[in-house]
């Protein structure tokens, strides 16, 4: 096959000619392109491949951007707290009250060495915990049921939504009634906050799935059971980790309430009795620890959530 490839002449015999015969037309000769060994071929890098050191240097490049234009926001949050509060602004809205960030920062480094205000700090901890996980798996499980069988949301669903509208903290005062003790009440009014949320995009997550999977996971042979673990629940984890995140947002807002009106302990109770009694320092601390708690627990649910699908890029984009 490596030789020249050659052509005969071909001969016009036309008889429609002027009854010559024309002489042979040479074709020009083909020569193959040589080929490199199967060997060197196999052994020369791909192309575009990236050495691991390149591709983590590029991830962190990548990061530094997201983060410096998060510290100006926070910078910015930060120099117009100190110019509202140190040169006491009044346009309409007064911070003559105000403490400056300074005053904050200095009250700050004195509570922490309290022990009565970390215990707050743990106390709303394990509250939103043992709420939050509640939550997370009766409103998961109750997705699934809904979102995969007619007959069990047709049963439970339209009294659900009946309750959905109803604020958490319209159930402080039933929910003082229901339980035998106040922390009970407090972490079933935390876990309601986050229950719908988690329930809704579970069952909206489980109805979005592609019928496409699940027959073909019954073709192969699947039981109901490893259909709804292996096929429903994995396609259903973007959802699912969506409701988890507005879950515990919820669940922060619910709590807090909960503590400023029947709680004795608690960084909701903290905040209101500083308000009670005239602490404007402690109020803002109060309420950037809310916030930083906050904060944590939402970047847990995202961790959680890379962990648990790696194939999803950062808000939910396909990763390359």
């Known amino acids: ?16 000619g002027a009854g010559g015969a024309a002489g042979p037309t040479p074709v020009a000769t083909v020569q193959p392109v040589p080929r490199a060994p199967v060997a060197a071929r196999a052994s020369a890098p791909a192309a575009g491949a990236v050495p691991p050191a390149a591709r ?14 998060s510290a100006l926001s926070i910078g910015l949050l930060l120099g117009f707290w100190y110019l509202a509060t140190a040169y006491r602004w009044e346009f309409y809205v007064r911070f003559t009250n105000v403490p400056t960030p300074g005053e904050v920062f200095g009250e700050a480094l004195r509570l922490l060495a309290d022990g009565k205000f970390l215990t707050n700090i743990g106390v709303s901890l394990w509250r939103i915990t043992v709420g939050f996980l509640i939550a997370t798996v009766l409103g998961v499980a109750m997705g699934l049921l809904c979102g995969r069988y007619s007959l069990f949301k047709g049963l439970t669903f339209p009294a659900l939504e009946v309750l959905r509208p109803i604020p958490a903290i319209a159930w402080v005062p039933i929910s003082i009634m229901l339980w035998p003790t106040t922390e009970s009440s407090i972490v079933f009014i935390t876990f309601i906050g986050a229950f719908f949320p988690i329930l809704l995009n579970t069952l909206h997550g489980v109805m979005a799935v592609d019928k496409v999977l699940i027959r073909a996971a019954r073709c192969l042979g699947a039981s109901e059971f490893a259909l709804m673990t292996q096929v429903v629940l994995q396609a259903a984890l973007p959802h699912i980790f969506t409701g988890l995140a507005v879950g515990m947002g919820v669940a922060w807002v619910s709590l807090i309430a909960a503590e400023m009106i029947s709680g004795q302990f608690g960084v909701g109770y903290f905040t209101w009795e500083a308000y009670s009694l005239i602490e404007y320092p402690h109020i803002v601390i109060g309420m950037l620890v809310i916030g930083v708690l906050g904060l944590l627990c939402s970047g847990l649910i995202r961790g959680v959530a890379r962990i648990l699908m790696p194939w999803q890029g950062v808000g939910g984009k396909e990763s390359s």
């Open 1 to 16: 096959m490596a030789s020249t490839v050659s052509m005969r002449a071909v001969r016009d015999t036309d008889a429609l």
């Open 56 to 69: 983590l240097g590029a991830i962190l490049r990548g990061q530094i951007r997201p983060m410096l234009v």
